[in-house]
C-alpha cells in the first residue's frame, strides 16, 4: 500500500508541475513560479459510529502559476496537487447486540487523499522580491480510508477499506517572499469545499474548510 502511495505522489506532482510548463511557448518560461510547501486541513465525518473524527491532517503539495503581463499586476492560470494523510488511533463505538449495549474498540485509521486543482490566479507584485497572488478554480479529489480494529469482543468491527472520488472547487491566497532572483519562501492559505462519501466505512466526509501551508518558491 505505501509503495503505491508514493508512486501516486510522484506521477501526479509530476504531471501538475509539467501540465503548466508545457502549456506555454518555451521564451515565457521566465513568467513561471513553483512552490513546494507544507501545511495542516481538517476533515470531518459524519459516521456515528466514529467517536473521535480526524482533524488536522497533514498536508504537502506542489503547484505551479504561469503569469502574464509585464507590470505590477499579473494574471493567469495555475495547477497544482495536494496530498493528505493521516495515521492515527481512533475509538469507534460498536452495538453488542439485542442487549441494547455498546463497546468501545480502539480503531488504527489511515487517510489518505489526492487533490488536483486547475483554476486562475490573479498576481501583485509591486517589487522584484515580493509576489502576492489569489487564486480559484474546480479541483478533483481522490480519497482511501483503511481502518484496522484491535483485538475485541464485538463482531460487529472488522477490518474495512475505501475507495473515493469527487469534485469540488477551491480558492486560495498566498505570498512569496524571494531571497535571491529564482529562490524564495512562500506562505499559503487555501479553502475548499468537496464531499467524500465513504458508505461502507466512515460515512460522508466533508473535505472543506481552511487549509494553511508554508513553503519553498521557484521562480523561472
Same mark, same amino acid.
Given at each position: ?9 510522484? /506521477? ?22 513553483? $512552490?513546494?510547501?507544507? &501545511? ?5 465525518? +459524519? ?8 482533524? =488536522? ?17 499579473? @494574471? ?15 475509538? /469507534? ?22 487533490? @488536483? /486543482?486547475?483554476? &486562475? $490566479?490573479? &498576481? ?11 487564486? *480559484? &478554480? ?20 472488522? =477490518? ?11 480558492? !486560495?491566497?498566498?505570498?512569496?517572499? /524571494?531571497?535571491? %532572483? +529564482?529562490?524564495?519562501?512562500? *506562505?499559503?492559505?487555501? !479553502? ?6 465513504? %458508505?461502507?466505512? *466512515? ?9 494553511? @501551508? ?7
Amino acid at each position: 500500500m505505501n509503495e503505491k502511495i508514493w508512486m501516486i505522489l510522484i /506521477f501526479c506532482t509530476a504531471i501538475s508541475l509539467l501540465s503548466v510548463s508545457n502549456a506555454m511557448p518555451q521564451e515565457a518560461k521566465e513568467n513561471m513560479v513553483c $512552490h513546494a510547501f507544507y &501545511g495542516k486541513m481538517n476533515v470531518s465525518t +459524519t459516521d456515528p459510529d466514529i467517536e473521535s473524527s480526524s482533524d =488536522d491532517i497533514r498536508i504537502v503539495g506542489a503547484d505551479a502559476q504561469k503569469s502574464f503581463g509585464g507590470g505590477i499586476f499579473k @494574471y493567469g492560470f495555475e495547477t497544482g496537487a495536494i496530498f493528505s494523510w493521516d495515521s492515527d488511533v481512533q475509538y /469507534f463505538r460498536a452495538s453488542s447486540g439485542e442487549n441494547g449495549g455498546t463497546a468501545s474498540v480502539s480503531v488504527d485509521v489511515e487517510w489518505f487523499i489526492i487533490d @488536483y /486543482f486547475f483554476g &486562475g $490566479h490573479i &498576481g501583485f507584485e509591486p517589487a522584484s522580491w515580493f509576489h502576492l497572488s489569489v487564486g *480559484a &478554480g474546480p479541483l478533483l479529489i481522490c480519497g482511501m480510508w483503511e481502518s484496522e480494529p484491535e483485538e475485541s469482543s464485538s463482531d460487529e468491527l472488522a =477490518d474495512e477499506s475505501d475507495v473515493e472520488f469527487g469534485a469540488g472547487l477551491y480558492a !486560495r491566497a498566498s505570498v512569496d517572499i /524571494f531571497l535571491t %532572483k +529564482t529562490f524564495g519562501i512562500n *506562505a499559503g492559505v487555501r !479553502r475548499t469545499k468537496t464531499t467524500l462519501s465513504f %458508505k461502507d466505512s *466512515a460515512g460522508k466526509s466533508d473535505i472543506e474548510g481552511w487549509q494553511y @501551508y508554508l513553503g519553498l518558491a521557484l521562480r523561472f
